[in-house]
């Protein structure tokens, strides 16, 4: 565990890039389960993981500065 505010900082970093891989699993799950079947909710699931994407590298360059 982190004392200082930047390990601290970097540890709630962490925390969330964690978070989006489990978001990213589970949209790719939802896209295998529903197997074509329902087309928007598909492409709706995939806009989602793309802009997951999106936001774990905005957290990983934010991560780097700190």
């Given at each position: 565990?982190?004392?200082?505010?930047?390990?601290?900082?970097?540890?709630?970093?962490?925390g969330i890039?964690?978070?989006f891989d489990?978001?990213?699993?589970h949209?790719?799950?939802?896209?295998r389960?529903?197997?074509?079947?329902?087309p928007?909710l598909?492409?709706?699931?995939?806009?989602?993981?793309?802009e997951?994407?999106v936001l774990?590298k905005?957290?990983?360059?934010l991560?780097?500065?700190?």
């Amino acid at each position: 565990m982190a004392g200082g505010t930047r390990g601290k900082i970097k540890e709630c970093l962490e925390g969330i890039h964690r978070d989006f891989d489990w978001v990213e699993a589970h949209c790719d799950k939802i896209v295998r389960l529903v197997d074509g079947r329902k087309p928007k909710l598909t492409e709706a699931i995939e806009v989602l993981h793309k802009e997951i994407k999106v936001l774990d590298k905005l957290v990983q360059g934010l991560y780097a500065e700190i």
